[in-house]
């Protein structure tokens, strides 16, 4: 079962880069040097002016609906209030968050742990700072 899952989400990946007639698809790959910061010396990175996030586009499918990369930001607090727009899972290198949803629930997130947030989410979202791999898949690729 596990190797058929492997199969299916390589040949999703594969599936879904650009292709130019003949050439062959690859898998989007972070190794351990992109994932200890190296991925957001690509110059595809994008920063804040004042310095405090960078984003990073691992893959982007090819029918738009469905992204990956990393994010790095610094101190801050949002208030959402209209629902999230994307369902996103994240996994958090280091730091964390606390996300308080629009009912008062608190969810902590720390270094080493993953949470997905749905689309329709609100609430407030604080951090000391993170970093984190995202993945992102929206039904009609808004929001990526």
């Keep these: 079962m596990l190797r058929a899952k492997s199969l299916i989400a390589a040949g999703f990946l594969a599936a879904a880069l650009p292709v130019a007639a003949g050439e062959a698809i690859h898998p989007a790959e972070m190794s351990r040097e992109d994932l200890a910061g190296g991925l957001f010396d690509s110059p595809e990175t994008l920063v804040k ?3 405090t996030v960078l984003d990073i586009t691992s893959l982007k499918s090819s029918d738009g609906k469905f992204a990956s990369g990393m994010y790095r930001a610094g101190p801050s607090r949002w208030e959402i209030e209209e629902p999230y727009g994307v369902d996103e899972f994240m996994y958090f290198l280091e730091g964390g ?6 009912d008062g629930t608190v969810t902590e997130i720390e270094a ?9 989410w609100t609430g407030v979202w604080e951090t000391d700072g993170y970093t984190k791999i995202w993945v992102i898949y929206s039904a009609d690729g808004s929001g990526l």
């Design 112 to 120: 080493g742990e993953g949470v997905t947030i749905p689309k329709e």
């Design 49 to 51: 002016e004042d310095g």
């Design 97 to 102: 968050v606390t996300l308080t949803s629009s």
